[in-house]
C-alpha cells in the first residue's frame, strides 16, 4: 500500500496501516532519540511515547511535511519533555577495590550507554559515499553522544538535527518553536562547545584503519587475555582515558591506565575470554568471566575501544545488562581450550 493509502487508512482508525506508515523510521527515530538521551534503554521508552503520541496526534498531522519530518518533530519534543521531566537516579555499582588508583577525573555523563552497530546498519544509506558514511559514524560515536549530553537539552536538539539529520533551520525553528534566527545562534554556540568536548576526526584511509583495527584489537585481546599489563600499556596513547559508566569516575593516561589494568580490571576479572563485536561505530569486546563452581563463562561487561590511528584513546567498560540489544549469550560454554 502507497504512504498516501496507508496515512489515510491510519487515519480512519487503521492501527495496522498506522504501523506500517511508521515502521521504515522506527529505527532512525530510535537512534535520534539515543543520540538526544544518551541511553539505549531511554531510547526505547522516548520511540515507544513518540509513536504513541503520533498516533493520537495523527489527525492534526496536516500533510505539508512529510511524516519522516512530522515523526521527528514529535520525537524529539518527547525526548525534550523526557530530559525536562526526569530525575536520573545513580545506578547502583560495585565497589572498586581499595588499592583502585585515584580517579584522575569525573564524568557527568554517567547514563551514557553502548549501541550494537548491528542495530545501526538497519539505517537507511543515505548518504552512501565514503565521507559521508565516516560522518555518519562519528555521530553515533561514544566521544560525541556524550559531548551532546554536556549541552543544553535544545541545544541538543538543534545540533542533532541540523548538522545530523540536515533539516532546515526553518524546519528546526517549527519543531522548536523558535525561529530561524535563534535556531542560527544556538547552533553557533553549540557547535563552540562541541569542539571542546567532541572527538577528534578519524582518518578517511579506510582500508588502512580497518586493518589497523583488527591489529589493534587482536593485540589487545591477547594482551588482555594474558594479564599482560606492560603489552597493553604499549597500545595506548599518552593520554589514554578509562571510564566505566554509571560510576562516574575517569582514569587518564598511562601510568594511570597500568595501574588499573593490575589493581581492578585484572584482580577483579582473574579469567576472562573476549568476543569481539561492535558499538557506536567503534571495535567493543563482550567480556565473559569464569566461573570455577560450574565451568561456564558469564557475561560480564562490554568493553568499547576508542581508536585513533595506531593507538587506542579510550576504554568504556559497560555493565552487563548493556550486552542483550547486541544478541550475545549470557553463558559461553566450557572451553577447555582456555583453561
Excluded at 133 to 146: G, K, N, P, Q
Excluded at 235 to 264: C, K, N, S, T
Amino acid at each position: 500500500m502507497a504512504a498516501t493509502d496507508l496515512l489515510q487508512a491510519a487515519r480512519s482508525g487503521d492501527e495496522a496501516a498506522f504501523a506500517d506508515l511508521v515502521a521504515p523510521y522506527r529505527r532512525e527515530l530510535h537512534v535520534h532519540c539515543y543520540r538526544m538521551l544518551g541511553s539505549f534503554d531511554d531510547a526505547e521508552d522516548a520511540v515507544q511515547e513518540t509513536l504513541l503520541a503520533a498516533w493520537r496526534g495523527l489527525a492534526s498531522f496536516q500533510g505539508r511535511a512529510s511524516v519522516r519530518t512530522w515523526l521527528y518533530k514529535v520525537a524529539t519534543n518527547t525526548c525534550l519533555n523526557l530530559i525536562r521531566t526526569a530525575s536520573r537516579r545513580p545506578q547502583m555499582v560495585d565497589p572498586l577495590p581499595a588499592s583502585a588508583p585515584e580517579p584522575t577525573g569525573s564524568a557527568e555523563v554517567t547514563w551514557l550507554q553502548p549501541y550494537p552497530d548491528l542495530l545501526l546498519d538497519e539505517l537507511s544509506d543515505r548518504a552512501a559515499d565514503p565521507e559521508a558514511r565516516i560522518e555518519r559514524a562519528e555521530a553515533v560515536s561514544l566521544a560525541f553522544v556524550a559531548a551532546l549530553q554536556l549541552l543544553s537539552p535544545r541545544a541538543r536538539a538543534v545540533v542533532v538535527l541540523r548538522d545530523v539529520l540536515g533539516f532546515s533551520a526553518a524546519e528546526v525553528a517549527e519543531t522548536l518553536e523558535s525561529t530561524p534566527e535563534a535556531v542560527a545562534m544556538t547552533l553557533s554556540r553549540a557547535r563552540a562547545a562541541l569542539r571542546e568536548h567532541a572527538p577528534r576526526r578519524a582518518s578517511t584511509d579506510s582500508t588502512a584503519s580497518t586493518a589497523s583495527e583488527a591489529r589493534l584489537v587482536r593485540l589487545l585481546t591477547q594482551a588482555l587475555t594474558a594479564h599482560d599489563v606492560d603489552a597493553v600499556v604499549r597500545l595506548l596513547a599518552e593520554d589514554v582515558r578509562i571510564a566505566m559508566p554509571p560510576l562516574p569516575a575517569v582514569w587518564q593516561g598511562r601510568d594511570r591506565a597500568a595501574a588499573f589494568l593490575a589493581e581492578v580490571a585484572f584482580r577483579l576479572v582473574p579469567r576472562a575470554r573476549f568476543v569481539p563485536t561492535r558499538a557506536n561505530g567503534q571495535p567493543a569486546l563482550a567480556v565473559y568471566m569464569h566461573d570455577a563452581a560450574d565451568g561456564l563463562w558469564r557475561a560480564g561487561g562490554l568493553l568499547v575501544i576508542t581508536l585513533d590511528g595506531e593507538q587506542i584513546t579510550g576504554l568504556t567498560r559497560f555493565e552487563s545488562a548493556t550486552m542483550h540489544p547486541f544478541g550475545l549469550p549470557r553463558i559461553l560454554p566450557d572451553d577447555r581450550s582456555h583453561d
